[in-house]
């Protein structure tokens, strides 16, 4: 059977929050600013370039669900023309004039932005991506590596989150060139990433996590959509804080 990608992946708006401003890409496939507790795994060929990302809408700013749902929808639609990492800085700079076009002259939209974390994958590579503190980790049997990088100022002694995010797709009255993290890895069968918003590594610590997914190691795609629902459970029983969006990869073979 010919390598394929598998994504287990879920969106839910948590315990405190009124409505979700999390959005999702998979594939050309979105979920945006909608609620589920089911994973929703999809299959896919390892072959044209493929993106997973997670966009999440600025709290405290108006329309957050907007700049992360056309975040989301733009890289569904230009995912499949991201051969390297060039172009997927280029995309990403396209993000953020979009986000500031579409709210130049709305002052219902004013400043809105959204953070954005993912992965792009093609074959023998992945291209690692954010801007803000949208996460993206590499899963293995030794547990998690962060592969993606906070736009955040450093933190206390005995503090382990922030709220403070120093860069983001829009988000300002004017247009701010952004300067993505991007970095390529080598890509091959079993390899495994998990995107998500900090409405899931907020409330879960990275131990957690990988206590979680180490337990659905090397097998298949059907436990990755298991592991995701614990995934979002772990952060529901920490008190559900943010919205919390969330997509397991697999390269299966």
Known sequence: MAPYIAVSALSH???VREHNEDSLAVGPWTLCATVTTNPQTLLFPLGPPCVVAVADGLGGHPGGEVASALVAR??????GGLDGEEAVREELQECNRAVHAAAAGEPELAAMGTTVAGVVLLPGQAVVFNVGDSRVYRVSGDGLDRVSVDDSPPLPPGRRTTSVVTQTLGGSFGLTV????????????GDRYLVCSDGLTDPVTEEELAELLGRSYD???????????????????????DNITLALVRIGE
């Open 13 to 15: 708006e948590g315990l």
């Open 74 to 79: 733009r890289l569904a639609a230009t995912g």
């Open 178 to 189: 952004v300067e993505p993290h991007v970095r390529v890895s080598p890509l091959a069968a």
């Open 219 to 241: 097998t298949s795609e059907r436990a990755d959509g298991k592991a995701a629902f614990e995934l979002w459970k772990a952060a529901i029983e920490a008190g559900g804080p």
